[in-house]
């Protein structure tokens, strides 16, 4: 047989299931990652599983997305996750040490391996030749305990490379260039494999850059061979003995194939409000810019900065500009201070960020109403920069840096410059004290969990009702994210406070469902949410299911749901209903009073069709459901909490 290099390594990994790409697979996780904004809510279902330690190769918690604290909220949650790592064999990467993929890419991530991360960009070590996925964190927290990942086995996508990149084009070009052709939807359940000739002159660190991207296009996950680049990486990082070769077998068939030339790109841009919104940044020249951000785990290397770095150097920002440099990690700051960088982005007039996420959730740097933002970050929907009338355009560093130097959009082949071509180091700065290694196993069970008033326990619910009576309490259209269901940025100190955090559902759009979902629920009156395509698209957060779960939402009927959001509906025992037929949408209105009469039963026996009763409307709906065996058994028990509890007795 001829294996792609997903199979190779998912077949490798198989625990479950038959290898049928369509069918549900469970598959043995290597490595976890969490991060401080889904770890918390993770840890805690973690130790409600009742489990005295990890069983991964590698559990690492990451502090990195709220590290602004203002208030004790933020602190009290590191000092739980500090705790937790202790108490379970967990490493713990404290605040400041980096964003949670730039440091898993540098200094865990391993060919062949599979990562299982409470981000969506855990892709990011896809560049490393692992098969890296994002899920919520309650799947998170199942594989730490050593429960398989359930997936629906991928439909491989070729993504075939030829050429070298241009001067002045970059990684970022090629995931843009990539997501143009993909989009943003109809990519559920396939894997991104890049191959070809073009492959061997990208360096991991621009490999990480596509695949981590890539998440936006929807796809399970990404990956690149592992070769003699991924080797010298892994060298470079004192991690040498790591390396294994890895790729597909020659003849390999493939789902599709996608060609691209890297010596016909061009510098590319993600326009406002989508990163699929495509554009040649040519065609945007002398749009006048506000603010430049560079950073985020899709581009703050050690080369993109050094690059920026060089191409800033001697020269002062124009006074309109405000321009915010957050490395991706603490070895990136210290060696771009060491070979100079640092000091050439402050004499620009750089304002230098702390090595985290920041600006690209939106707990920091909003820009200023109506203004045009230019950063180097994965995502660009509406508000998330925290300004709600900012139009926030996507593009590589070198694109980002062209236009903090002239004040407007500007294709960076137009400047007077040489391109700085910067290379990837021989050796890396490894310096791992900010990163506490599992405590021996005696020490564990000394250690005492710290549980500030931020902390509550997480919520749970009650098994499938017998038959759903309910309202739409809200109807939505296409292309709602995770960011409009629950909003980062300033909220996101709440995530470890559920009932407080709940009371943000949906606030970019109606703020008050909130309270209109717990009166219903009060009132014995189920919710259910109607939405359009690609419902729930975006990041992994399961708040977005979480939290309508404690407001007492069953289900959600859409014209089609996102794959890790659908998941965490299931997870949090609410139905991911699709409509049989998508103009049923416009029969449903907000407000109706909708019945789906017997609809334990109809989980429990596995109808893929089943009937809602629009009782205000007077009409009858036809709704898909696309359920795994073991999936209905979740939905039934009420959620994955639930369910597991009961198999672990
Ligand atoms: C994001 O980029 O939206 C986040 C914040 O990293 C999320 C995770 C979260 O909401 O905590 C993600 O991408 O999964
Ligand atoms: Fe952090 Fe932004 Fe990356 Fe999410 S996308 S992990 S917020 S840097």
Redesign the pocket.
């Known amino acids: 047989m001829n294996f792609t290099l997903t199979e190779k390594i998912l077949r490798d990994h198989l625990v479950e299931g038959r290898y049928e790409p369509g069918r549900e697979i469970g598959i043995r996780i290597d490595q976890t990652l969490t ?1 401080d ?2 770890g918390t809510m993770a840890y805690l279902q973690f130790e409600s599983m009742g489990l005295s330690k990890v069983e991964t190769e590698i559990s690492a918690s990451y502090v990195d ?1 709220n590290t602004i604290q203002v208030g004790f909220e933020n602190a009290d949650d590191h000092r739980y996750l500090q705790t937790i790592a202790e108490k379970y064999g967990i490493h713990f990467s404290r605040p400041g040490n980096g964003i949670c993929h730039q440091v898993h890419l540098e200094r865990f991530g391993q060919p062949g391996r599979t990562l299982l991360g409470s ?3 855990t892709p990011t070590c896809g560049g490393l030749g692992m098969i890296a996925i ?1 899920a919520g964190g309650l799947d998170v927290a199942v594989a730490m305990g050593g429960g398989a990942y359930y997936l629906a086995c991928p439909n491989v996508i070729r993504v075939n490379l030829e050429g070298e990149l241009p001067d002045w084009v970059t990684a970022k070009d090629v995931i843009l260039k990539v997501l143009g052709e993909l989009t943003t939807k109809g990519n559920v359940g396939c894997v991104c494999e890049y191959a070809g000739e073009g492959v061997r002159t990208l360096t991991v660190p621009e490999r990480a850059t596509i695949t981590n991207m890539g ?1 936006e296009t929807g796809v399970t996950t990404s990956i690149f061979p592992s070769d003699a680049e991924t080797r010298k990486f892994l060298t470079a990082q004192d991690r040498g003995g790591q390396w294994v070769p890895l790729e597909a077998d020659a003849g390999a068939e493939y789902h599709r194939e996608l060609e691209i030339d890297l010596s016909d790109l061009e510098p590319l841009m993600a326009a406002p409000h989508s990163p699929g919104n495509i554009v040649p940044v040519s065609s945007l020249e002398g749009t006048p810019v506000d603010q430049v951000m560079i950073g985020s785990c899709t581009n703050s290397s050690y080369v993109d900065l050094m690059t920026v770095a060089e191409m800033l150097k001697g020269h002062s920002l124009p006074p309109g500009i405000s321009l915010g440099v957050a490395p991706g990690s603490r070895q990136v700051l210290s060696m771009i201070s060491e070979d100079g960088g640092l000091g050439d982005l402050l004499g620009s007039g750089a304002r230098i960020l702390e090595s985290a ?1 920041g600006f ?2 939106g707990n920091s740097m909003s820009p200023k109403t109506d203004s045009v933002s230019v950063r180097t970050s994965n ?1 660009n929907f509406k508000g998330r920069s925290g300004t709600a009338s900012a139009n926030v355009y996507l593009a590589s560093p070198v694109v980002a840096a062209a236009a903090a130097l002239k004040g407007e959009i500007v294709d960076p082949r137009d400047l007077d410059m040489k391109f700085p071509r910067v290379r990837m180091p021989d050796r890396f700065k490894v310096d791992d004290s900010m990163i506490i290694p599992p405590q021996p196993a005696e020490d564990r069970a000394k250690v005492r969990i710290f549980r500030g008033p931020n902390i509550g326990a997480p919520p749970t619910n009650e098994p499938m009702p017998e038959d759903l009576r309910g309202r739409i309490t809200i109807k939505v259209d296409d292309y709602v994210t ?2 409009h269901i629950m909003p ?1 940025g300033s909220r996101l100190k709440y ?1 470890s406070n559920v009932p407080k955090y709940s009371e943000f559902v949906f606030e970019p759009l109606d703020p008050t469902f909130s309270k209109r979902a717990a009166e219903n629920r009060e009132g014995g009156i189920h919710n259910l949410i109607a939405a359009g395509l690609s419902y729930g698209q ?4 399961e ?1 977005a299911a979480l939290c309508p779960m404690y407001l007492g939402v069953k289900a959600v009927v859409a014209k089609s749901i996102e794959r890790i959001h659908a998941a965490n509906l299931v997870n949090f025992g609410i139905v991911p209903f699709t409509f049989a037929s998508e103009s049923d949408y416009d029969l449903l209105r907000e407000g109706d009073g909708v019945e789906i009469s017997g609809i334990r039963e109809a989980i429990e026996r596995g109808d893929e069709v089943i009937e809602a009763f629009d009782r205000t409307a007077g009409v009858k709906v036809k709704l898909k459901t696309e359920l795994s065996g073991r999936q209905r058994e979740i939905l039934v028990a009420g959620g994955l909490l639930p369910y597991t509890v009961r198999k672990n007795r």
Request: aromatic share 0%.
């Open positions: 991060q904004a889904t997305h981000d969506s960009h994002g998440a996420c690209c959730i995502r995770t960011d980062a995530r975006g990041s992994s957060r708040h």
